[in-house]
């Protein structure tokens, strides 16, 4: 999972440092706040610790795992089950076993004292060395022989601690109560799952460990949806984010592909579903160059309908003619290769930039804006052509209902051009004479239509928008017209 496709860039490195800390100790947290939640569970303890009366219930493995001369001095004890420990008073007691459970850093003193524990009866003392709740959960699960339940996995067995799985994933814990059938075997087969990669999952359980990204997603995505595992899900993800999706930066030829790869991956798995929202968020941001490929028209429909609804989404009257924009560059690219796939794919756009020319009908004083138009032509290089096109389109559109807006906000554009100052000058470049003769023969259009249906559209409310010397004039040609 951990392959490279490019070469990332100092600033990408960075970010992915960033990322991978983030969700390190995020895992981290979890398994913190799970083994406080197995502090405060009795039902798989094993050895209870009594002091001023009062018991407090323990597991024996999470003693031996982080204080094994504690552990010891329990074994050591004619009654193992059950520990006496009158030299310390029970809330402070209750307080140093929290931290067995929760804590990176253990006071050893405090009971070594209390209890007059010393190095040549119970071993040596702790040597300084750094540790952990995850390192120290990580050795119990390799070192230590006290796992109460077996798996079969691959032919092989491998034991592990009812409690901790329990604790750490809510499907372990109803997999080992009463009503399920595993509860009463011997040895629990998980299936469709490799040995290794189900010994790569439990280290992650145990120590939060990352070796489970050597296997590929494929093989692990499915095992941890199925039992619950948000963590470790959320871990590969970030994995396909960095190596598959290059954190969603603009597309290349390597990632556009991998994206979709990624969106198979996690077809039909409830707890990837932030990261299909992700990934379809960023086709459809992108969608002039994501949707030219095969691997679209490969999608189900109900994704190809998620990229449809998101991309609606991103549309708006700012950006609606820039969108239609990136439509017909597609759709014209698309109609030179005339492939199967890239049919699939032009009518998807069709259909796209149809919505974008309703949208345009119906806000058209907005989208008319001499700003909004300027950029359009500069994204066309300029050219009056694609903008006689985009105009005639949206005229070829005209109803009783939009006719009015479509005239108020070609005449609006009209006189902005004309009575621009030089404080616009920035505007003048891409609005040539030719743009501006374009959009006077669409006014000269669309007027006409007005003219040839003066009757109902005099009846709209768009209609009481446009000025009296205007209504008049067309109500003349109209007048002619009749005659």
Same mark, same amino acid.
């Given at each position: 999972?951990?392959?490279?496709?490019?070469?990332?860039?100092?600033?990408?490195?960075?970010?992915?440092?960033?990322?991978?800390?983030?969700?390190?100790?995020?895992?981290?947290?979890?398994?913190?706040?799970? +083994?406080?939640?197995?502090? #405060?569970?009795?039902?798989?303890?094993?050895?209870?610790?009594?002091?001023?009366?009062?018991?407090?219930?323990?597991?024996?493995?999470?003693?031996?795992?982080?204080?094994?001369?504690?552990?010891?001095?329990?074994?050591?004890?004619?009654?193992?089950?059950?520990?006496?420990?009158?030299?310390?008073?029970?809330?402070?007691?209750?307080?140093?076993?929290?931290?067995?459970?929760?804590?990176?850093?253990?006071?050893? +003193?405090?009971? #070594?004292?209390?209890?007059?524990?010393?190095?040549?009866?119970?071993?040596?003392?702790?040597?300084?060395?750094?540790?952990?709740?995850?390192?120290?959960?990580?050795?119990?699960?390799?070192?230590?022989?006290?796992?109460?339940?077996?798996?079969?996995?691959?032919?092989?067995?491998?034991?592990? =601690?009812?409690?901790?799985?329990?604790?750490?994933?809510?499907?372990?814990?109803? +997999?080992?109560?009463?009503?399920?059938?595993?509860?009463?075997?011997?040895?629990?087969?998980?299936?469709?799952?490799?040995?290794?990669?189900?010994? $790569?999952?439990?280290?992650?359980?145990?120590?939060?460990?990352?070796?489970?990204?050597?296997?590929?997603?494929?093989?692990?995505?499915?095992? $941890?949806?199925?039992?619950?595992?948000?963590?470790?899900?959320?871990?590969?993800?970030?994995?396909?984010?960095?190596?598959?999706? =290059?954190?969603?930066?603009?597309?290349?030829?390597?990632?556009?592909?991998?994206?979709?790869?990624?969106? #198979?991956?996690?077809?039909?798995?409830?707890?990837?579903?932030?990261?299909?929202?992700?990934?379809?968020?960023?086709?459809?941001?992108?969608?002039?160059?994501?949707?030219?490929?095969?691997?679209?028209?490969?999608?189900?429909?109900?994704?190809?309908?998620?990229?449809?609804?998101?991309?609606?989404?991103?549309?708006?009257?700012?950006?609606?003619?820039?969108?239609?924009?990136?439509?017909?560059?597609?759709?014209?690219?698309?109609?030179?290769?005339?492939?199967?796939?890239?049919?699939?794919?032009?009518?998807?756009?069709?259909?796209?930039?149809?919505?974008?020319?309703?949208?345009?009908?119906?806000?058209?004083?907005?989208?008319?804006?001499?700003?909004?138009?300027?950029?359009?032509?500069?994204?066309?290089?300029?050219?009056?052509?694609?903008?006689?096109?985009?105009?005639?389109?949206?005229?070829?559109?005209?109803?009783?209902?939009?006719?009015?807006?479509?005239?108020?906000?070609?005449?609006?554009?009209?006189?902005?051009?004309?009575?621009?100052?030089?404080?616009?000058?920035?505007?003048?470049?891409?609005?040539?004479?030719?743009?501006?003769?374009?959009?006077?023969?669409?006014?000269?259009?669309?007027?006409?239509?007005?003219?040839?249906?003066?009757?109902?559209?005099?009846?709209? #409310?768009?209609?009481?928008?446009?000025?009296?010397?205007?209504?008049?004039?067309?109500?003349?040609?109209?007048?002619?017209?009749?005659?």
């Amino acid at each position: 999972m951990t392959s490279r496709t490019f070469k990332p860039t100092p600033a990408f490195r960075k970010k992915e440092e960033q990322l991978r800390q983030s969700i390190f100790l995020e895992t981290k947290e979890k398994l913190q706040n799970d +083994m406080q939640k197995l502090f #405060k569970d009795t039902q798989y303890c094993d050895v209870v610790l009594v002091s001023q009366s009062n018991e407090l219930p323990v597991h024996s493995f999470i003693v031996e795992a982080r204080f094994p001369e504690f552990y010891k001095f329990i074994q050591d004890q004619p009654d193992s089950c059950k520990i006496n420990i009158p030299e310390v008073p029970f809330a402070e007691l209750e307080g140093w076993v929290k931290t067995l459970y929760s804590e990176d850093n253990i006071n050893h +003193m405090f009971i #070594k004292e209390a209890l007059r524990l010393n190095e040549e009866k119970n071993g040596k003392q702790p040597t300084g060395e750094k540790v952990s709740l995850s390192g120290d959960l990580l050795s119990l699960f390799n070192e230590s022989s006290t796992g109460d339940v077996e798996f079969s996995v691959g032919g092989k067995t491998v034991k592990a =601690h009812k409690a901790i799985l329990a604790a750490r994933y809510d499907y372990f814990g109803a +997999m080992f109560s009463s009503s399920w059938r595993e509860a009463s075997q011997s040895s629990i087969v998980i299936p469709d799952v490799s040995y290794e990669i189900f010994l $790569a999952t439990l280290k992650f359980i145990y120590g939060v460990t990352q070796d489970i990204l050597s296997f590929p997603a494929s093989k692990v995505f499915r095992f $941890a949806d199925m039992y619950g595992m948000q963590d470790l899900v959320d871990l590969i993800v970030v994995d396909l984010k960095i190596t598959k999706c =290059h954190l969603f930066h603009k597309p290349c030829e390597h990632c556009i592909p991998q994206v979709y790869e990624c969106l #198979k991956l996690c077809e039909g798995l409830y707890q990837t579903k932030n990261f299909q929202l992700q990934c379809i968020q960023w086709i459809s941001k992108h969608f002039q160059k994501t949707l030219a490929c095969r691997q679209f028209p490969r999608m189900s429909d109900n994704f190809q309908n998620d990229v449809r609804q998101e991309i609606h989404k991103q549309i708006s009257s700012s950006t609606v003619s820039l969108t239609w924009l990136k439509c017909n560059t597609l759709i014209t690219s698309l109609k030179n290769l005339n492939t199967s796939w890239s049919q699939t794919v032009v009518k998807f756009v069709e259909e796209i930039r149809d919505q974008c020319l309703k949208i345009t009908g119906e806000n058209f004083p907005v989208v008319s804006e001499l700003s909004t138009i300027a950029v359009f032509i500069k994204e066309t290089n300029n050219s009056s052509s694609l903008l006689e096109q985009f105009l005639n389109e949206i005229l070829e559109r005209l109803t009783v209902i939009n006719c009015c807006y479509i005239l108020q906000g070609l005449q609006k554009l009209i006189d902005r051009v004309q009575a621009m100052d030089e404080s616009e000058s920035h505007y003048r470049n891409p609005f040539d004479s030719e743009s501006l003769q374009v959009v006077q023969e669409c006014l000269k259009r669309c007027e006409k239509f007005i003219i040839g249906r003066i009757g109902p559209v005099s009846q709209t #409310k768009a209609w009481k928008d446009i000025s009296s010397s205007k209504q008049q004039e067309l109500k003349s040609s109209a007048f002619f017209v009749d005659l």
